[in-house]
C-alpha cells in the first residue's frame, strides 16, 4: 500500500501562485505514474496533471495548461503541483494518486491510491 499526503493549500487571490506537494510512504513510488485531481464543492472529482513513473513526460487537462506544472522527486518520494496565475474557477480540494495504468489515463477509477486532500481557495 501506498499512503500519500497533500499540503501546500491555502487561500490566495486571484493571479497568484501556489505550489503542492504529495509525499509518498509505504511501497515502491517511483514504480507509478501520478496524477493530481481535484474537486469543487458540487463537482465530479476532475483530472489535473499527470507525470509518468520516471518523470519525463507529463500531461495536463486544458484548462490549466500552460499555467501549472507537475513534477517529482523519487529520491525524496514527493510529487509537486506548481500553480501559477491561479483563477477562482482553481478553487477545489487537490488530492494525488497513484496509477498502475500507462501515462495519460484520466479517470479517476484507474488510479488506485488516494491522499485526503489539500484545499486550495483564489479568491477574486
Known amino acids: 500500500q501506498v499512503h500519500l499526503v497533500e499540503s501546500g493549500g491555502a487561500l490566495v487571490q486571484a493571479g497568484g501562485s501556489l505550489r503542492l506537494s504529495c509525499a509518498a510512504s509505504?511501497?515502491?513510488?517511483?514504480?507509478?505514474?501520478m496524477g493530481w485531481f481535484r474537486q469543487a464543492p458540487g463537482k465530479e472529482r476532475e483530472f489535473v496533471a499527470g507525470i509518468s513513473w520516471s518523470g519525463g513526460s507529463s500531461y495536463y487537462t486544458d484548462s490549466v495548461m500552460g499555467r501549472f506544472t507537475i513534477s517529482r522527486d523519487n529520491a525524496k518520494d514527493t510529487v509537486s503541483l506548481q500553480m501559477n496565475s491561479l483563477k477562482p474557477e482553481d478553487t477545489a480540494v487537490y488530492h494525488c494518486?497513484?496509477?498502475?495504468?500507462?501515462?495519460?489515463?484520466?479517470?479517476?477509477?484507474?488510479?488506485?491510491?488516494w491522499g485526503q486532500g489539500t484545499q486550495v481557495t483564489v479568491s477574486s
Open positions: 494518486a497513484t496509477t498502475a495504468q500507462p501515462l495519460g489515463v484520466v479517470f479517476p477509477r484507474e488510479y488506485v491510491y
Open positions: 509505504g511501497r515502491p513510488f517511483s514504480v507509478y505514474n
